[in-house]
């Protein structure tokens, strides 16, 4: 059975940064592309970032351009979430996400995403 196990978040001030991590078990995801979307309140789930099995190229949404950073380690079957320069409205849910199949698409669409994590909090203060 697969897992998608997130960890990382938690409160912090704007300005601050935060690293989250997505441990996947019960298969190996090393020729998957991987994302993170995040859902606020209220608010519609939304792509932030995704990653190619190789990590060779990277995909963000444009407002965390610059400041997030997607990277993986297939030895240990986990994706990570570098998060700098946060901002109140970041503020959400963050998801992990593995695609239905292996593939070397990044893509950004939800529906193309099989696998999911249970989120952890992310709390921006101002």
């Known amino acids: 059975q697969v897992q998608l196990v997130e960890s990382g978040g938690g409160l912090v001030q704007a300005g601050g940064s935060l690293r989250l991590s997505c441990s996947a078990s019960g298969r190996t995801f090393s020729m998957y592309t991987m994302g993170w979307f995040r859902q606020a309140p209220g608010k519609e789930r939304e792509f932030v970032a995704a990653?190619?099995?190789?990590?060779?190229?990277?995909y963000y949404t444009d407002s965390v351009e610059g400041r997030f950073t997607i990277s993986r380690d297939n030895a240990k079957n986990t994706v990570y979430l570098q998060m700098n320069s946060l901002k109140p409205e970041d503020t959400a849910v963050y998801y992990c996400?593995?695609?239905?199949?292996?593939?070397?698409?990044?893509?950004?669409?939800?529906?193309?995403?099989?696998?999911w994590g249970q989120g952890t909090q992310v709390t921006v203060s101002s």
């Open positions: 990653i190619r099995w190789s990590g060779g190229s990277t």
């Open positions: 996400a593995v695609v239905r199949y292996p593939t070397s698409i990044v893509t950004m669409r939800a529906a193309d995403y099989n696998y």
